[in-house]
């Protein structure tokens, strides 16, 4: 497979391929396009109208802390609840469309994403410290995840499903209609794919939305919400509402006119919302949680493979998706080679501005996450110790950033927090142990359960592990990744235990019947 024109698709397994000139070049025009535009106020939309605020927020880029990327308007309580009503007034009319004209104006937007893809790429990669390939997988996966769940709908028939009867003289069908107003609260680390996705899935089926991106990432919140609106979203289906969450959080959890709520981002939020969201009777409440992800390497992996699957999946973004590997449990007879592997593969990446060709590793997302790394490193070089990396990086050029370096640590017990905790930066624990049935009880003692990855040989060995592991998404002997890279109707992306409140995920095939809810219709025949 070549990439030898603009409209390759980058997705999470290909990235490798996407390096071409053609690519680069398309990219740097959208680089310079977005550049061009930063700096701009944006204000809130409720109701289809601008609302703009005495309040604004300043965003700057992670990779260079004085460059404005845009001035946005803080919502209020007060305009949280406007776009609430709104969305509330919208919902009849967008409820009664024909099922197909909903999916139409979906796959508009989808398209309009499509179109724009090298600017909403250069934006997130200014925004969020992406590198040129996971922003552009990004921007990809959202158009996916639109067109996958607007095909739900379609294969379902707009989930209208014929019954058994008791008599002929009655006609049964199960139904599947929308909830109403549904809050979707996004994270920063895939700004457009999850923001598209959860609100793509309450908006196919019928609900209207209320949306609250990142505070990280308002301005790709902003071009989501231009792409809906330019595809033809009625006024008020769609609302765009920027700001803390200590205000526009409170405002969508305490609601009792919001019916749905669908976020992704910390368990302590996320759980937070699940049990504050249904005070009165049971309301629908979708989280994606986080993880505390491990890679088993057993003696029969291919230790290149592994440690490239690792690092890869470990320092992408910088560790900072919930995804992420960041424990591995690794046999004694390879711990050595696979470490040399690891370090190798490690050192050879580089860490810049993500919005460079060539660039592996961008900043973290702020000052927050700045400070974590530099108190886990700390804690690390106590606790056990650093192979590799351990190093803020402020000489120019990245004075001006969050850089660090990934960071590999071994010799702490198997006990030790770090193989529990989540962090949420480039930094990878690993530990050796002697059995694979050891390394699942291990894994599944953590109170997560998102992600893992296993490297082996033998078929029975993988069977077991999927058999035995307490997670949701499970790779075996990927080098594009140990625990990352779910596509939209390739591999559902499901949290277990506290990494998920449904049991079913994201870019799967059970996704958009969340947002639904079952009726029964039983009409007799009358006779005349």
């Given amino acids: 497979m ?89 919902f009849p009319a967008w409820r009664d469309m024909h099922y197909r004209d909903r999916v139409a104006i979906m796959k508009k937007a ?51 499903r014929p019954m058994m009867r008791l008599s002929e003289n009655e006609d049964v069908v199960s139904v599947l209609r929308p909830f109403g107003v549904w809050a979707c609260v996004a994270p920063f680390n895939f700004p457009l794919a999850l923001s598209a996705g959860m609100s793509a899935g309450a908006l196919v089926a019928g609900n209207t939305v209320v949306y609250k991106p990142s505070s990280e990432a308002p301005w790709t919140g902003v071009l989501l919400y231009e792409a809906y609106r330019d595809a033809g979203i009625p006024a008020g289906v769609f609302n765009f509402v920027n700001g ?40 629908p409440c979708i989280t994606e949680m986080g993880g505390k992800n491990p890679t088993i390497v057993t003696a029969k992996a291919d230790v290149e493979l592994a440690a490239e699957g690792v690092v890869k999946s470990a320092f992408g973004l910088g560790g900072q998706k919930c995804s992420a590997c960041s424990r591995v449990y690794v046999h004694p007879s390879l711990e050595e080679a696979f470490l040399s592997q690891l370090v190798e593969k490690t050192r050879a990446l580089t860490v810049g501005d993500p919005a460079e060709r060539g660039v592996d590793l961008g900043p973290l997302i702020n000052e927050r996450s700045y400070r974590t790394y530099q108190d886990a490193v700390v804690r690390a070089r106590q606790d056990g110790r650093v192979l590799t990396g351990g190093t803020v990086l402020t000489d120019p050029p990245y004075d001006k950033g969050y850089f660090v370096e990934p960071t590999i640590v071994v010799g702490l017990p198997l006990d030790h927090p770090f193989f529990y905790e989540e962090l949420l930066v480039p930094h990878v624990v690993v530990g050796a142990v002697d059995s694979l049935e050891q390394s699942v009880v291990l894994s599944n003692q953590s109170e997560y359960g998102l992600t893992a990855g296993i490297y082996s040989s033998d078929p029975a060995e993988v069977e077991w592990f999927f058999d035995n592991i307490e997670s949701g998404v499970c790779y075996a002997n990927r080098r594009s990744g140990a625990t990352t890279g779910a596509w939209p109707g390739v591999q559902a992306f499901c949290g277990w235990k506290g990494s998920g409140s449904t049991g079913k995920g994201g870019c799967g095939p059970y996704y958009v019947q969340q947002f639904m809810r079952e009726q029964s219709r039983t009409v007799m025949e009358v006779s005349n």
């Fill in 110 to 160: 989808a398209d309009r994403i499509s179109e724009n893809k090298y600017f909403l790429a250069s934006v997130m990669s200014l925004e969020v410290g992406k590198n040129r390939m996971e922003a552009m997988g990004d921007t990809e996966e959202a158009a996916d995840l639109i067109r996958y769940y607007a095909k739900q709908m379609e294969d379902a028939q707009g989930f209208r």
């Fill in 2 to 90: 070549s990439a030898q024109n603009a409209d390759f698709k980058i997705t999470y397994s290909t990235m490798g391929l996407g390096q071409s000139d053609v690519f680069n070049a398309a990219f740097d025009a959208g680089l310079e396009e977005a550049q061009t535009a930063a700096g701009q106020t944006y204000p809130n939309y409720i109701g289809g109208e601008p609302r703009a605020s005495d309040s604004l927020m300043r965003s700057t880029s992670p990779s260079d802390t004085s460059f404005v990327l845009g001035h946005f308007a803080n919502a209020s309580a007060d305009d949280t609840r406007d776009a609430i009503r709104a969305a509330r007034s919208a």
């Fill in 244 to 283: 803390p969450g200590s205000v526009i959080g409170e405002e969508l959890v305490e609601s009792p006119d919001v019916d749905g709520f669908v976020f992704t981002g910390s368990k302590e939020v996320g759980m937070s919302a699940f049990h504050r969201f249904s005070p009165d009777f049971p309301k």
